[in-house]
């Protein structure tokens, strides 16, 4: 009878605590986390098979569009300007491309908006040569053939390149091809250089081996990939943009705690040897923001597209309307240092 | 588990809850202090590049030596705050090292632009060639200071997330830990309740019991701590006193019956052993009225003889009964006069024999709560007492009074007689002990022993001091007897 009762006791101190616990525990719940996801909403996204666009492909792979409410169906693509011809024709809401990309598309007519920069790199970016070509330094660049994807940020790196060691942007031989070739061209010998990004750059200098010089240029052009969309598509989907960009926020918190498990996913989405990635990522640089400085990079970016005849002669355009600064401001405005 | 115990249990968690929550303020204080601090390097930094953009500028519009003087300067300035900077996080080092590479890429291509002269920009074939290569150079440079700003931005924001992070910390810890205190005092509490003031209450309804006689009340068995402990101690303890209690009436109802047969045996004395004593005295006075001019001289004396040792027997008796009736009487305590009771039993030593003389003094007001008939008996004795070892002393004095003595009440009977030897003062109050012959001072030796059963009988004490040829003093106290009693002047001389 005495044990009963002290059971019995034991059983309502347990619980009471146990109450006080979860009590505890919901308090704490709601003070540090977020509200759960409401109903799915439908996105689509043509999404280049670069590791520029990692952030994508990581929130696609690790859920986060649907932890935050989106059904997101992804159109893979070779390359940004890919991505965004896709996104102009209608067959998918947002593309990512660089931008170089966004600027020959906007100068073009296309009203077109930047959602959010996820990613920067200043030694992404390369001119691969062959050796025995006596090329030894940029400026034995000079007449030489060099392949390129026009309109792409491989020919604007070239230009930028070349005005950074004085060299006429006429004084080399362009020849316009798909990165996938790139390689074997090189190889062949019918190209002298070409100007691309990774892993098009691995690539060449796997092929060429000993033969290969690298040029990088930090300080001529630092490239960064975009998340873009139609003007009247961010504007009409403000919440969508925000859950998008949330998912990415997640991605590249993801890859700041975990960088080798990102490099890991990325590597096997992409279809790249992770060794052979690892050396890649350490100079790319992921971060969701809208800075003040794209700015200057894009009006840059529009004087070359005016320069090469991309755009009908005329002034620079103002930028600033096709920043669509909403959902970033609304999910993490320290992020946008665009003045405003 | 033991009170005590859980009790120690309860303070150790009670102490520890204080130690986090300390902790936590300690901690946070540290994180706060070095977050202000990281906020003030950022904001340093970020007014030197301020300062760095404002140059630049002045320089790029104008081409000013003063300008360009200056932007070394604040170049300089910025490059030892940025060496300075102390950031151990690896976000905010990340951000540092980004600052670094920027600020040693812008002055490179400062040194590019001051080295392009004017030339360059004029003078054809190159001019275009190089005004690009000029504009390049500042786009790069202002792309380099902007980004770098904003980075110095990020770091202060890094600070200020860092410090609201310590304090949304602190207020958890410290809700948690005075969660945890309040359900620690809930619990004690609840336990207090359960295992002490329950277990007690339940004791003093047992106590209640047992002091209005419930003797045969159980304590029950208790719980395994000190109360159970201390109420399975209080149970032996009834059971012990419950036993003595038996004990004890069956030892009172022993010494009832030895009383009756003690009174029965005291009535059969006075009756039966009288009755043969007078016999003896009033067949020896028949002899002496009716026979004596038979009897010569000699068988006169033998029954002068007979008589007085049958009288004297006669007074044994007595006293030996009185002493009795002194043992069990009934006590009936009362405010009793003792000046007046001395005076009236002293009454009648006066006429006795005739030509006696003796003072008296009384001490007036000697009041005292006590037996009116076992004090009679008392003063009598001890005033007899008095009257005769003061017989053969001329001024003989007999007082009565009382004195204080560490603040209690000492009476006293003081004569100025034969007095005796202290040696012999333990023999002084037992029945039938004499320390003077009966030839000179007679009497049967019980008198004195009736004095103190009769003062010890209403709980008090009584001692003597005397020295031969000076007299002596008989103290009393009544009502307690703590205190022996000490040497002390002769008051009647």
Redesign the interface.
């Known amino acids: 009878m005495a044990d009963d009762m002290h059971r019995r006791r034991v059983w309502v101190l347990a619980a009471a605590f146990t109450a006080a616990a979860l009590v505890l525990g919901y308090l704490g719940s709601r003070f540090l986390s977020s509200p759960p996801a409401p109903n799915l909403e439908k996105l689509s996204i043509a999404l280049p098979s670069v590791p520029h666009a990692a952030l994508l492909h990581i929130a696609a792979a690790k859920g986060y569009f649907a932890e935050e409410g989106l059904e997101v169906t992804v159109v893979p693509t070779i390359h940004g300007k890919a991505a965004i011809d896709l996104m102009v024709q209608g067959k998918a809401d947002l593309g990512t491309a660089s931008e170089v990309v966004f600027v020959l598309a906007a100068m073009k007519g296309g009203a077109l908006g930047i959602a959010a920069n996820m990613f920067s790199s200043s030694n992404d970016l390369a001119v691969i040569a062959r050796r025995d070509r006596g090329i030894s330094a940029p400026r034995d660049l000079a007449g030489k053939k060099i392949g390129v994807s026009l309109g792409t940020a491989g020919e604007y790196f070239l230009w930028a390149l070349l005005i950074r060691h004085k060299l006429p942007p006429g004084s080399v031989t362009l020849v316009d091809m798909p990165p996938g070739q790139f390689a074997q061209e090189l190889t062949k010998g019918t190209l002298d250089a070409v100007a691309t990004w990774q892993p098009n750059v691995l690539n060449a200098q796997l092929a060429l081996d000993d033969n290969a010089v690298t040029f990088h240029e930090p300080l001529a052009y630092t490239e960064t990939f975009n998340v873009i969309g139609r003007s009247d598509f961010l504007k009409g989907h403000s919440k969508a943009i925000e859950k998008l960009v949330r998912a990415i926020l997640k991605a590249e918190q993801f890859n700041r705690a975990q960088p080798e498990e990102a490099l890991n996913l990325v590597a096997q989405l992409l279809k790249i040897d992770v060794e052979s990635m690892r050396p890649i990522w350490k100079v790319l640089s992921f971060r969701v923001d809208l800075a003040q400085s794209q700015l200057i990079t894009l009006e840059d970016v529009a004087r070359w597209a005016l320069a090469r005849g991309y755009a009908e002669k005329g002034s620079v355009p103002n930028f600033l309307p096709h920043l669509y600064l909403d959902a970033l401001l609304a999910v993490q405005p320290e992020r946008v240092t665009v003045v405003r | 588990m033991r009170i005590g115990s859980k009790e120690s249990l309860a303070t150790a968690i009670l102490l520890a809850a204080v130690g986090v929550i300390a902790a936590a303020v300690w901690w946070t204080n540290v994180e706060v202090e070095d977050a202000r601090r990281q906020r003030r390097e950022a904001s340093e930094l970020a007014r030197a590049q301020t300062d760095l953009r404002l140059v630049t500028f002045e320089y790029v519009l104008n081409n000013h030596e003063r300008a360009r003087a200056q932007w070394y300067q604040v170049s300089r300035r910025l490059d030892e705050l940025i060496a300075a900077s102390r950031f151990s996080r690896v976000?905010e080092e990340e951000i540092l090292v980004g600052v670094r590479d920027r600020r040693t890429?812008g002055r490179?291509?400062f040194d590019e632009l001051v080295s392009v002269s004017a030339d360059d920009r004029t003078v054809a074939p190159?001019a275009e060639?190089?005004r690009?290569?000029e504009?390049?150079l500042l786009?790069?440079l202002?792309?380099?200071q902007?980004?770098n700003?904003?980075a110095t931005?990020?770091l202060s924001?890094l600070a200020t997330e860092r410090s609201t992070a310590a304090q949304r910390r602190l207020l958890?810890v410290s809700?948690?830990g005075l969660?945890l205190i309040a359900?620690i005092a809930?619990?004690m509490s609840?336990l207090i309740r359960?295992d002490v003031l329950a277990p007690i209450a339940r004791l003093q309804h047992a106590a209640q019991q047992v002091a209005t006689g419930n003797w045969s009340y159980e304590f029950g068995k208790g719980g395994t701590d000190e109360i159970g402990q201390l109420t399975r101690d209080l149970g032996s303890m009834t059971q012990s006193l419950r036993d003595s209690l038996g004990q004890v009436e069956r030892s009172n109802r022993e010494l009832a019956a030895l009383n009756t047969e003690l009174k029965a045996f005291s009535y059969s004395v006075s009756h039966d052993l009288r009755a043969p004593l007078r016999s003896m005295d009033g067949f020896s006075l028949a002899l002496l009225e009716d026979y004596g001019d038979k009897l010569g001289e000699e068988g006169k004396d033998f029954l002068r003889r007979i008589r007085a040792a049958s009288q004297r027997m006669g007074r044994l008796i007595d006293d030996l009964l009185g002493l009795s009736r002194v043992t069990r009487a009934e006590l009936r305590l009362q405010a009793v006069d003792l000046s007046a009771l001395a005076r009236e039993i002293a009454a009648s030593f006066r006429s006795d024999p005739p030509g006696r003389s003796v003072r008296w003094e009384f001490e007036d007001k000697l009041s005292m709560r006590a037996d009116r008939e076992l004090m009679r008996i008392a003063m009598q004795n001890l005033l007899d007492n008095a009257w005769k070892f003061t017989g053969k002393t001329r001024d003989a004095v007999v007082r009565v009074g009382a004195r204080m003595r560490d603040g209690r009440q000492v009476f006293f009977v003081a004569d100025n007689g034969v007095g005796f030897d202290m040696a012999y003062t333990d023999r002084l109050f037992g029945a039938f002990q004499r320390l003077h012959h009966a030839e000179d001072f007679p009497g049967t030796g019980i008198g004195l022993a009736i004095v103190q059963r009769a003062i010890h009988r209403q709980g008090g004490k009584i001692w003597a001091e005397a020295r031969p040829g000076e007299g002596a003093t008989f103290f009393f106290t009544l009502g307690e007897s703590e205190d022996e009693p000490r040497g002390q002047d002769n008051p009647a001389g």
């Open positions: 976000a890429q490179q291509i190159r060639l190089n690009r290569f504009a390049q786009s790069r202002f792309i380099l902007q980004d700003l904003a931005f990020r924001d958890v809700l948690l969660a359900m809930v619990a609840w359960r």
